[in-house]
């Protein structure tokens, strides 16, 4: 897709915003649907005169996590583009992830006589395990050419980089996992997979041989198991895909780990959803594209909290005309995947898509719903379509062939 | 699809019904398609509160024979799994079809002086080749390692299965046809068009041979020619790709044969739709997935009888309630293709498509038809998004990326 969008990418001065109500799409408890549910007079207007629809965040039947979730809205194939485990750790912990980076999720770990006794070290509390985080980062901040930046996780969970100085290649993170996966054996050697994965490897050892040194007198937390070596995806950033200077406005570290991913800007800010807002109209002129995240909806959906997340959605549909006095010349709503209450989680449903532009038919949905949002001209189509409408939207796209 | 959906398959105990309504799919003949025209109260009771919507069958326009209609709704992409004219030719005749067996269909032919005057053998009557089929059987049981298996056909047609004692090579079967496609022409050699094939084509040589010797007294069927080699396809199994132990419960042989291909308990059961739903409590215990397979819908229709159909499609709602008494996990209702009495035959139209579970939306369709259906959550999709859909529905299929 990318590769037909690409020689038909023509520049001008509109304005594109993309608001991410994460985990918006829901199922009906008592008949309604979150959406239904949540009385949202602003949406419900937005989307009479919109396009609307449902995307599939990936395909028929799969429930995307947050990574391949906004891959998919950003205009990215999340089957084709898959994010190491490591990578979505550490950009889960807060980490800020660079092209120069490789990622290891690390669990901490009983060994005794060089078997795995406990593999998750007894479950130590989040305290503890923060603490040994801390003097592990202090002890050992380089091995050999890399720095390494340590993020403590729940648990007995934590995530390391390895930060070079340059980037590696692809395939210099094949590493298997030390992690037996089942106590009573030893834990496994991190080798190097491919001729390029060599250095890692090598830091890999001293990191697990240095790191059970430092932790070698912890009753439980005496060594660290280590899964999902990964690098940056090698693809194409937002800009060069897409011609659109990017900002990424998020108060969760995730999510601009996701945005600058694909290479947007990411500033760290904080508050609330209207403080976001400020944030965009502050910005508003020095970004052609703008990805606005709104978190609460899907927490309150994770929770099985019904009310909570219908509330949620309410609180957003009444800041919602603050976005639109800055008249975008495209504004699109939707989620990176559903999380209905009901099931207390993402689940594989498609995703109600509201794109208001010039440009549009509308008049065909009655409201911002799952179920209104079947009957729009957009129709079920795959996430990855979402940004090539932007783009024609925006007047951004030339013609495909004479 | 099954590559993305593989490394996700958790088990669990939920149960899931897939209903094939064969050729269901139909055309208005006074304003009303079958589905429409059929009194259904419980098929439509079921349509309000599931998802519906339409699949595709393999493309836009194109209308699939039972084989690749079938494989379709079994989760395998019906154009990359092509499945052998033998193949398909014994299926339909009734043979039981081996991973170790070859299928070559057959037509008796006149041959004189080397020279194919009548490609048909002057379509012999069903009964006469009947006879000839049971004595080539009795007289060529076995050629160099392969023993034979004779099916009998309409008119002049009839298919051979050659039995290995192992399965060969994908590219064993690389035999062109020695049927000339036109009279006056002498039959072409059986070559082996690849060095895997070189057993197969000699076992062909010396079957066309001996079938001659047999034959050379008959008036008309004096030889015979040879098409559409070929193996079974070398696929996963149903159990291998989606991890589910499946039954298959059909009354006609052709259909076993096609759940047979991906691996499922394909029992010989005789009797009607009654019967089967009776066989489907029986051993509600052993399996995780059912295909329930519903023959006479289709047949009418093929016939062009367009009440006929429309009475079957009554005949199978009244017993609907004796499957919805088992509270599948995940029941599927759909048909392999369309067959609208119109037409008097199969056609590309998209199959309507209800599936009830737990986590659907439901309340946009009023009915269970061709055109309630487009107003439904699933939109019209590829065939092979449904059993993705049941695994998800049926919650065995774990999140995609963190």
């Not at 949540?38 to 599939?56: I, K, M, W, Y």
């Not at 009573?184 to 990191?207: D, H, M, T």
Request: glycine fraction near 8%; include cysteine; proline fraction near 7%.
């Amino acid at each position: 897709m990318q590769k037909l969008i690409k020689p038909l990418i023509q520049k001008n001065d509109s304005k594109i915003i993309l608001v991410v109500l994460d985990g918006v799409g829901g199922l009906p408890i008592n008949g309604k649907t979150e959406l239904e549910a949540a009385n949202t007079p602003n949406l419900d207007a937005l989307a009479r005169e919109s396009a609307c629809g449902l995307h599939v965040p990936v395909a028929y039947g799969i429930t995307p996590g947050s990574g391949p979730g906004h891959l998919g809205i950003f205009g990215y194939d999340p089957i084709e583009c898959q994010i190491g485990r490591g990578i979505l750790e550490a950009l889960g912990l807060g980490l800020e992830v660079r092209k120069t980076d490789v990622a290891v999720r690390c669990n901490y770990a009983t060994i005794k006589d060089g078997i795995i006794v406990d593999r998750r070290a007894g479950r130590i509390p989040t305290e503890q395990s923060k603490k040994l985080t801390e003097k592990l980062q202090s002890e050992l901040s380089r091995i050999d050419e890399a720095e390494l930046i340590f993020a403590p996780g729940m648990e007995h969970r934590f995530a390391v980089l390895l930060r070079f100085p340059e980037p590696l290649e692809p395939d210099a993170t094949m590493i298997p996992d030390t992690d037996p996966q089942k106590e009573g054996l030893a834990p496994l050697y991190p080798a190097s997979l491919s001729k390029n994965a060599e250095k890692v490897s090598r830091i890999a050892e001293k990191l697990i041989n240095m790191a059970h040194e430092i932790l070698k007198d912890e009753e439980k937390a005496n060594y660290i198991l280590t899964r999902g070596f990964s690098g940056m995806p090698h693809i194409p950033t937002f800009q060069e895909a897409f011609g659109l200077k990017s900002l990424a406005i998020a108060t969760y570290p995730m999510y601009r780990g996701l945005a600058k991913l694909v290479g947007m800007d990411t500033p760290a800010i904080e508050g609330s959803v209207e403080d976001e807002i400020k944030f965009l109209k502050e910005r508003y002129n020095d970004y052609d594209f703008f990805f606005l995240h709104v978190k609460k909806i899907d927490s309150y959906g994770e929770d099985g909290n019904f009310e909570g997340k219908a509330a949620r959605i309410e609180e957003f549909d009444k800041l919602l005309p603050q976005i639109l006095e800055l008249k975008p010349d495209v504004l699109i709503m939707t989620g990176d995947h559903s999380t209905p209450a009901l099931m207390k989680g993402h689940s594989w449903h498609p995703v109600p898509v509201l794109l208001k532009s010039p440009y549009v038919l509308g008049g065909l949905c009655s409201a911002f719903s799952e179920r209104e949002c079947t009957k729009g001209e957009l129709g079920i189509f795959p996430a990855v379509n979402l940004i090539p409408l932007a783009l024609a939207n925006s007047l951004r796209l030339k013609k495909f062939g004479a």
